[in-house]
């Protein structure tokens, strides 16, 4: 059985080889992990605002860079199609995050339609509650979201390739700032694609 530092690390650099080699994505997860950081402090002040930037700046964020500016096609890099690269990721492929995104738009809808959302909590009174409250629900949605999927992995995979990738998505934002922090500079270089000889066979 792989140590759990060697399942992680693999983790990590799947992911980074497979899908960050736009330097446009890689900035915007910089940004990102920023913004998660911050939101993983305030947290512990304000649960709903940690959210409301996690979800509103931090995941914006982030899944634009996948979404527009990562490319699609053949990934002559890791010489495998993209079709490929959506059937084996660990985590959540573009169709999972469009059901997850979809999800994260709609809560501020369905609280404004029924903000007592059915008599299960207290209507909102103005607009600033009306924000803790979609706060709260986003807060919800993220832990859902992975526990969720750490419960897939393990009957797909097996509970510890779930709890590792289950760190991994904690951890990211740590990581991404050791990993990204240069793709700005390499973006006013004029390099709009990540070259990655570290990467290619």
């Not at 792989?2 to 997860?29: C, G, M, V």
């Not at 890099?77 to 993209?82: C, I, L, S």
Request: positive net charge; charged residues 20%.
């Amino acid at each position: 059985m792989k140590p759990l530092r060697t399942e992680l690390a693999e983790q990590r650099w799947d992911d980074h080889r497979f899908y960050h080699h736009s330097r446009i994505n890689q900035s915007l997860h910089l940004i990102s992990a920023l913004c998660f950081i911050v939101a993983y402090g305030l947290l512990w002040v304000d649960p709903a605002w940690a959210a409301l930037l996690a979800w509103g700046v931090s995941m914006t964020t982030r899944q634009s860079g996948h979404f527009f500016f990562e490319p699609r096609g053949f990934d002559t890099v890791n010489q495998v199609t993209d079709e490929y690269k959506e059937a084996v990721k660990i985590g959540y492929n573009i169709r999972r995050k469009i059901v997850l995104m979809g999800a994260w738009a709609g809560l501020p809808l369905l609280l404004w339609v029924s903000p007592s959302l059915g008599g299960l909590i207290e209507p909102a009174d103005g607009l600033k509650e009306y924000l803790h409250d979609v706060g709260m629900a986003w807060l919800v949605l993220g832990i859902s979201g992975i526990v969720l999927r750490v419960m897939q992995l393990w009957r797909t995979h097996s509970l510890r390739t779930g709890l590792v990738w289950a760190l991994k998505i904690v951890t990211d934002p740590f990581h991404d700032v050791k990993l990204y922090w240069r793709a700005p500079l390499a973006l006013l270089r004029g390099e709009l694609i990540d070259p990655m000889p570290h990467a290619r066979h």
